[in-house]
């Protein structure tokens, strides 16, 4: 009904950047939040950034100043700018988005199957 699918990991030095990107498709009557968590080996899934349809956001203590969110509502689409990685930083990156879908009464939360960023030299 509704997919996501994440792309732009990979693997980067400590101090390099990389850019996520979200594409959320299907039978999509609106999108209220957008945004990432992430999941690294060992350790639960923590909130990374999400942002609102009217642009607001709201970062995790450990990547403010370093990582920037996006969202384009033409394309349903979110993105992730991440900058001045961190070893720490590596981990399955996920989105997620609160759609409220064809056919539904109130909204539901999808998630894509995720992104690897590994941050090593």
């Known amino acids: 009904q509704v997919q996501l699918v994440e792309s ?3 693997l980067v030095q400590p101090g390099g950047s990389l850019r996520l990107s979200c594409a959320a498709s299907g039978s999509i009557v609106s999108i209220n939040m957008m945004g990432w968590y992430r999941q690294a080996p ?3 899934r923590e909130a990374v950034v999400a942002i609102t349809s009217g642009g607001n956001t709201n ?5 403010k100043g370093r990582f920037t969110i996006s ?20 981990a399955v990156y996920l989105c ?9 009464y109130y909204a539901l939360n999808y998630w894509g199957k995720g ?3 590994t941050v090593s030299s």
């Open 96 to 104: 997620y988005a609160v759609v409220v879908a064809t056919g539904d």
């Open 59 to 63: 970062y995790a203590d450990s990547v």
């Open 42 to 44: 060992g350790k639960q």
């Open 8 to 10: 732009g990991g990979g």
């Open 115 to 117: 992104t690897l960023v």
């Open 71 to 90: 969202r384009d509502n033409a394309k349903n689409t979110v993105y992730l700018q991440m900058n001045s990685l961190k070893p720490e930083d590596t």
